[in-house]
Structures are given as C-alpha cells and as structure tokens.
C-alpha cells in the first residue's frame, strides 16, 4: 500500500523533477473502476449466505461506529472551529472505513481465513450501505438546509426492495446459466462473462441510483453462489490487482504536500480520531454484538481508516458547493496517512488483544467472556424461531417479487400493449400469468416443513402451525 501512495505521490504535479501526470480526471476513471472490481472480487469471496451469518454482529459493530464517530467528527469540526455543515459533513466522512485499503492489506497480511476478518468484512458492507443513506440524507440537508425523513425512508426501502430483486434475480437464473453452459466455458469466455455481468449489474445499480460499487459486490455475492465461484475468483485476481493498484496511486497523486503542512494541525487531529476513535467504537461495537475481546479488538484495529466513501462524500459536499475547499485535500491526507497504518493496525491487533487481555480487571475479563458467552446462547435459535424467521422470509421475499413483477408490468409491458385492442386485458393475463408461481408458493407451498413436524409432535402447536 505505502508504495503505491508513494508512487502515485511522485508521479502527481507537486513533483517537479520528475514526469508527472496532468490529467488527474482520467486517472481517477481508472481509479473508479479499480473499486469496482475490488469490490467484485470481495463480493466473490464474501457470498450473500456467509454475509447473513455475520449480520447481526456486522450491523451493531457498523451501526455503533458509525453513531459514535459522527458525533466525535461533528464536535471535532466544531472544536476546529468549522461550520455546521462543514462539521456534518466530517462526522459522516470519518464515519466510514475502506473496504479497499482492508480487502488489499488482508490480502497482504494473510490473515482473510482468520474468525475476525468476516466481523470485518460483514461491518464493511453495512457501513456502504448506510454510507448510500448518507449520502441521500447529505444531499437534501445540503440542498434543503432540512431533514428529510421521508427521503431517507424511501431510498431505504428502495435500496431493500432491489436487493432481494437482484439477489433472487441473480441467484436463481446466473449459477442454472452457467451450469448450462460449463461444457462450453473456456477460461477466457468465463472470465468476459463474469466481467460483463460484473459491469452490468454496475451500470444498473447506478442508473437506479446507487452505488455501482454496491452493485459490482452483489454481483461479486451472486456469482459466489455458484460452482464456479473459485475460478472466477481465480480468473478476475489479475484483474483486480491492476485496477486496484491504479486506485492507490490515484490516491498518492491526489496527496498535496502543501496541504500537509499547511493544515497540519486539523489534518493530525483527524487522523487521531479516526485510527483511535474507529478502533475504539467499533471494538465496542463488537464487543456490544457478543463477540469476545480479542477477536473485538481485532475487529476494531481492522477499521481504523477512511477510504473510498469518504472521498466520495467529500467530492459530494463539494459539487453541492456546501463545503470548504479546504475539505476534500484534507480527507485526502487523512486516508493516505491511516492507509499506511492500516497494515500495522491489522498485524499487530493480535499483541495488542493478548496484551488487554492479561492486563485488564480480572473481574472485567470474566464479565466479558460471561457476556459473549449469553449472547452466543441467545444466537442459538429455537425450533419456533426458525419456523417463524423461515415463514416472513418466504412471505417477505415472494411478495416483493409479485411487487416487482406488477410493477415492471406496469412501465414495461402496459404502454407497448396500450395502442392494442384489449390490451389493458392482454397486460393484465400476463401479469397474472407471471405472478401465478409466486402465488401458488405464498399460498399452498409448505415452508420449514421439517421444523413444523417437530412442532406438530405437540399438541399444542397445532393451532398457531395452522394459522402460519
């Protein structure tokens, strides 16, 4: 990581002595695009059913560091003296961590296979999706001077409903194509296909407006499902690597040594909040989640940098022209200086959990492992639990996609019809048609069968079992 930031630091205008690169603009198309395919490759190790195992520690460790780090980035921006959109604007930018300077130092640490880095990993994804609600509710704050609760709600649901729509969508059509066509599939067609769908679900994901990072994981996810998931992940390595190394010099050419000293002191101050502040919420975070001390330690010195979104979300107050100028090269400074300890943070997490554990309260220790013990406990669900949980999901799930159908059905299909004779009834048949499956399955097809069964081996169950 510290070569390519020093690389692209000595290819950038501020050095005069040797070549440097003028158009900053196409090199950060290229950098873009390195996130892209950085973020596919993590959605191709991290698939959707690993993702939903680590979920309830990922949300709170991501949700308790997010909350946390907006206040102590708001009220550090007032400290310095800045104004209230400059300080909300802080506290949302030192909200967030790099999955691409994590994914990259895990890989050069070694240490993906480890119990932590799927905290890590899980946190990561939760803080992107939120940093999307950020940035809607950055938006009509900056554009509005107001809240707009209602916004946020809307874009909330928006991003749930497309998620199940690309994952069901994706997992149910992509791995039965490529099983169809394995016998076909050299290694150069496999790796075109797994690229185009790649960029595809992108272009889609920015055209409804969100994040084509988001877009290239949940691709990454979706194609994680199938049999093929190790070889595209082989194949797209070279890929990534490239892309991801431009992305890092991007952010070395972008680093202004003037800024540096010009604004040293907010520069240090942010820095310290974010190795230090991150580290520490999201360790409690994790620790809130039930997990034990170590392996909360070393979730919280993961996630003790800023990255990509906040780039973004500095370039977003800077378009709105709601922020200072000084902002964006600040950010820039901040990311650069905890990219390089991010590596050192993630190695010697290790010593740092080993060294807490000896030396903290014994009475503390022990509340702590009885803790993470209850919550572990709790994690196990019940029969009923499982039944219950299966059922919403189906219904949840099948009713979307009804949803989505008479919907795409609607904008799609009603105005080619339109112009015809009975085309409103022609529609509505096949809408009809469409949906029937999802129909039959809400309402005839049996669900968590073998859990029901042991439930109806009481009695007593018998009524609820027939209401569900």
């Not at 020093?6 to 603009?25: Q, T």
């Not at 272009?203 to 084509?212: D, H, K, N, T």
């Not at 200072?324 to 590596?343: D, N, R, W």
Request: hydrophobic residues 55%; positive net charge; proline residues 3%.
């Amino acid at each position: 990581l510290l070569g390519y930031l020093v690389a692209g630091f000595l290819a950038s205008s501020h050095i005069y002595f040797l070549p440097s690169i003028k158009d900053i603009n196409n090199i950060t198309v290229w950098a873009e695009i390195g996130v892209i395919f950085l973020l596919f490759s993590l959605g191709l190790e991290f698939s959707f059913k690993k993702l939903l195992k680590v979920g309830g520690t990922a949300s709170i460790t991501a949700l308790t560091q997010i909350i946390f780090m907006i206040l102590i980035g708001y009220y550090a921006g007032k400290f310095m003296g800045w104004n209230e959109i400059n300080s909300i604007f802080l506290g949302v930018i030192v909200s967030i961590s790099s999955t691409t300077i994590i994914l990259r130092a895990f890989d050069e640490l070694g240490v993906k296979s480890q119990k932590f880095t799927g905290n890590v990993i899980g946190a990561l994804i939760v803080q992107d999706i939120v940093a999307i609600l950020m940035m809607v509710l950055l938006s009509t704050i900056a554009v509005s001077q107001q809240f707009s609760g209602e916004e946020l709600i809307q874009s909330l649901f928006k991003l749930l409903f497309f998620l199940i729509i690309w994952f069901v969508s994706g997992i149910f059509f992509i791995p039965t194509i490529l099983r169809k066509l394995k016998p076909l599939l050299t290694d150069e067609m496999l790796l075109i296909i797994s690229l185009a769908l790649c960029l595809f679900m992108v272009i889609f994901a920015a055209g409804v407006g969100f994040s084509p990072a988001l877009g290239a994981f949940i691709m990454g996810s979706i194609l994680a499902e199938t049999n093929e998931a190790e070889h595209i992940e082989h194949l797209i390595k070279p890929v990534k690597d490239l892309f991801g190394a431009i992305f890092f010099v991007s952010v070395g050419i972008l680093i202004n040594p003037q800024t540096l000293v010009e604004y040293a002191f907010p520069v240090m101050i942010l820095t310290f909040i974010t190795i230090f502040g991150q580290s520490i919420t999201s360790t409690i975070g994790t620790l809130i989640s039930g997990q034990p001390l170590k392996e909360s330690i070393q979730t919280g010195m993961s996630l003790s940098q800023i990255g990509e979104f906040s780039f973004i979300i500095a370039t977003l107050g800077a378009t709105l022209n709601v922020t200072s100028e000084i902002l964006y090269p600040i950010v820039v400074a901040v990311s650069a200086i905890t990219a390089f300890t991010t590596p050192f943070m993630i190695k010697y997490a290790t010593p740092v959990a080993l060294f807490v554990e000896k030396n903290i309260p014994k009475k503390w220790f022990k509340k702590i492992e009885v803790y993470s013990a209850n919550a572990q406990a709790i994690k196990k669900t019940s029969i009923w639990k499982k039944a219950i949980r299966e059922y919403i999901f189906q219904v949840v799930l099948h009713s979307i996609i009804i949803v989505a159908i008479i919907q795409l059905s609607k904008k799609i299909l009603a105005p080619v019809l339109l112009d015809l004779k009975f085309g409103n009834l022609i529609t509505v048949c096949i809408t009809f048609i469409l949906i029937i499956p999802f129909l039959w399955a809400l309402a005839v097809r049996k669900i968590a069968q073998d859990e029901v069964e042991k439930l109806l081996e009481n009695k007593n169950y018998k009524g609820p079992i027939a209401v569900l």
